[in-house]
């Protein structure tokens, strides 16, 4: 992959204690994007970038390599990509993960569309995006950027971040392969509780099986949980067992300890929604 710049610059802040009061300017809306957005979303990106010389001559690098990341991230837990839209136009866009092998919180960046820059988007996305990194317990987030871009006088300084030039940038190696989503298995107390987790259109998805047997676990999302077959017994902090049986469903809240019981075999369909985001 081309190395776009010699002069990286991070920003990084300190959350602790940070109490965030944010408001979408008037005249916009804010959802999650879905991988429905796929090519909205790289269009606000790419048009952000080309509005900054800096960036200009180098967005046919910068195409590549975004659209590889929105095909990685988008639509996955521990990664959402806030969307502020003005009727049917994406206005500005920010992508932002627990954890990226590039070694930053920030996927995409702050993009703002040229046509609505300088109304507010790019302070109020960059909060939302630090506010969001917050909830999921990041409390030093990150974002490298080049020096002297937009983004690194105008937008990143806010919050009060801690700028170093001159540092390293690990995106501008090859991604390791390891970071190519694909169908992932996950084995759970010893083999006796299975699951295969993918991408869909509507975000990230596990199906699996339950053996006979009481399991504990804990959900780092909001679960949406579908029995496929058999009956599974539900117990949620505070209430009592109830029964779900085949074709019945349970939410489970994030960050949450709770049993299951069987006494069969049970099929499911688990759907997982980052916390704090309305969903689109």
């Known amino acids: 992959m081309r190395t776009v710049s010699t002069r990286w610059v991070r920003h990084r802040w300190n959350l602790r204690g940070v109490d965030f009061t944010l408001s979408v300017p008037p005249g916009y809306q804010e959802r999650s994007a879905t991988t429905a957005d796929g090519v909205r979303v790289l269009d606000v990106i790419l048009r952000a970038y080309g509005s900054d010389p800096i960036w200009r001559p180098h967005l046919p690098a910068i195409a590549t390599r975004m659209h590889h990341r929105i095909c990685q991230t988008l639509g996955h837990p521990g990664a959402v990509y806030l969307m502020i839209e003005s009727g049917n136009e994406v206005a500005a866009l920010s992508g932002v993960a627990v954890s990226h092998w590039t070694d930053q919180n920030f996927l995409t960046g702050v993009c703002v569309h040229p046509n609505h820059q300088r109304r507010g988007l790019g302070k109020f996305?960059?909060?939302?995006?630090?506010?969001?990194?917050?909830?999921?317990?990041?409390l030093e987030p990150q974002v490298y950027t080049e020096f002297e871009s937009l983004a690194d006088r105008k937008i990143y300084p806010l919050y009060g971040s801690t700028r170093v030039v001159g540092v390293p940038y690990p995106g501008t190696q090859p991604p390791p392969p390891s970071e190519a989503y694909t169908v992932k298995h996950n084995c759970y107390f010893d083999g006796r509780v299975r699951s295969l987790g993918f991408g869909t259109s509507h975000g990230y998805v596990t199906i699996g099986v339950i053996t006979p047997g009481r399991y504990e676990f804990t959900s780092d999302y909001e679960e949406h949980v579908l029995i496929l077959s058999g009956t599974l017994r539900v117990k949620l902090p505070g209430r009592d067992w109830v029964e779900a049986p085949t074709n019945d469903a349970y939410v489970v809240p994030a960050d949450t300890k709770f049993e299951v019981e069987s006494e069969t075999d049970v099929a499911y369909l688990c759907r997982y929604y980052p916390v704090g985001i309305p969903r689109g």
């Open 125 to 138: 996305l960059l909060g939302r995006s630090l506010q969001w990194l917050q909830m999921q317990g990041i």
